[in-house]
């Protein structure tokens, strides 16, 4: 069965405090954080550094609670694909459970998650310029 993966598009870890993650990530391993956001509609603070050309993603609650500790887990891998529509039907045809793609935040990008079979760990698909830009701004 093929998808079409082209690469390891981007690694998310989850965490109770994105921003002290992402710091701790900065500081102990000299990784760079590039930009930093909330993601609209949910509010959710995140931050991105590059590892050559893997996007790791630090991702939480926009309000960070009070908590004892930090706590981050790996929020799972994105794979990016060259066409997300044919994808969804290779593995739906394979018995997969797989979401409706729709819009990323990034510009231009669809979307979806692989729901089980995959050992537990947190699965999507995501393919670039598969929809106007202008899409974005409704």
């Known amino acids: 069965m093929g998808i079409g993966a082209t690469h390891i598009d981007h690694i ?3 965490s109770n405090d994105s ?3 992402a710091k701790l990530f900065a500081d102990q391993y000299g990784i760079e954080i590039k930009r930093t956001m909330s ?3 949910t509010r959710a603070h995140l931050e991105f550094a590059k590892l050559q050309e893997v996007i790791v993603e630090f991702a939480g609650p926009g309000e960070v609670q009070p908590y004892d500790e930090v706590k981050a887990r790996l ?3 994105v ?3 060259d066409d997300i529509h044919a994808a969804v039907t290779s593995l739906r045809e394979s018995g997969w459970d797989v979401g409706e793609p729709h819009p990323a935040v990034q510009p231009g990008a669809l979307i979806t998650g692989v729901r089980g079979r995959t050992n537990g760990v947190p699965l999507a698909l995501i ?3 598969a929809r106007p830009l202008e899409e974005n701004s409704q």
Do not use: E, K, S
Request: proline share 6%; net charge positive; aromatic share 12%.
């Open 39 to 41: 993601r609209p509609g």
């Open 19 to 21: 921003a002290a993650t």
């Open 79 to 81: 794979l990016a694909v």
């Open 12 to 14: 998310v870890i989850q």
């Open 127 to 129: 393919q670039y310029n």
């Open 75 to 77: 929020g799972g891998f």
